[in-house]
């Protein structure tokens, strides 16, 4: 199995780790893993690494996300999703330009409190472990960024939106925290995963039609190549001295390049050798993807 970036579709219901252990027994792989959390009621994208792909789960991670929620007005859980017991319910007077002006407010750099039915571990213990307990605590807030919301459509009580965002953004918490600005409290009823990085809900693969191309052979046909998973990105090819200092982790001179750049690193091949980042006049390698096999 050629290594890279699967993107899958994660239905309801199962978790990310239900997912990787799926995976790892359909594709008949051990090293493989996935790129950020979704929540057993999400669906959406989930980016499986595969092979040499794992090294690229931390920058993946680290990518900026879209999300597809619907949330009902009028009422709030303790989870802030469908799943939650009620904790209120109110009648809902809100109108769109209301709804509107508020969106507006969380759109930017905003603070976030992470919910108590979260996997964020604080003094080693992840808080869900202790809301089930019927314990909590008090958390930090985290700064996030909220680059757009789209009003997709209201029916009522339900409210779709599409929310642009930083990594680490609890979309959960983000509609409860509009809920109580707008006076009548919020909870997702349905929350989807629609971009995570470069991949897009479009694109995903389902467990069902990845089985199907397994059996007919064609299982790496859903695999993303390295290479064109930082295609964005600029390329330096290397060869002789050069190809020599990144084989042993030596530092590229910079020429062109602008201070924080990504470039990847290709031989002559076209292979992907890295991710090097310019720091100060040097290219240093963020992740190398060279040498060794695939780990499968």
Do not use: W
Request: glycine fraction near 12%; proline fraction near 4%.
């Amino acid at each position: 199995m050629k290594s890279g970036i699967l993107n899958l579709y994660k239905p309801c219901g199962p978790t990310s780790h239900d997912m990787i252990y799926r995976m790892r027994r359909l594709l008949g792989i051990k090293k493989i893993g996935h790129t950020g959390t979704l929540d057993p009621m999400a669906e959406g994208v989930l980016p499986i690494c595969i092979g040499k792909g794992t090294k690229a789960s931390g920058m993946l991670t680290d990518s900026d996300k879209a999300y597809r929620a619907t949330m009902v007005l009028g009422m709030t859980t303790d989870t802030q999703d469908a799943d939650g017991t009620v904790l209120t319910e109110c009648r809902v007077d809100v109108s769109d330009a209301q709804l509107e002006e508020t969106i507006a407010r969380f759109t930017g750099e905003i603070e976030q409190i992470p919910p108590m039915y979260s996997a964020v571990k604080l003094n080693g213990k992840k808080l869900y472990e202790l809301a089930r307990r019927g314990e909590e605590i008090e958390r930090p807030a985290r700064k996030v960024r909220i680059d757009e919301i789209r009003l997709v459509e209201r029916d009522g009580d339900l409210i779709t939106l599409d929310v642009y965002c930083s990594k680490g953004t609890y979309i959960r918490t983000l509609c409860a925290d509009m809920g109580d600005a707008l006076g009548c409290g919020a909870y997702v009823n349905r929350l989807i995963r629609i971009k995570s990085g470069p991949f897009l809900l479009e694109n995903a693969y389902t467990e069902e039609t990845l089985s199907r191309m397994v059996q007919e052979g064609r299982g790496e046909d859903a695999i993303t190549s390295l290479n064109e998973v930082y295609g964005d990105y600029p390329v330096r090819t290397v060869s002789g001295k050069e190809l020599f200092l990144v084989q042993n982790g030596v530092p590229l001179p910079a020429r062109k390049e602008t201070e924080g750049e990504r470039i990847r690193i290709c031989d002559t091949d076209g292979t992907l050798l890295g991710i090097s980042q310019r720091e100060g006049d040097k290219l240093r390698m963020k992740i190398a993807f060279h040498g060794g096999g695939d780990g499968e």
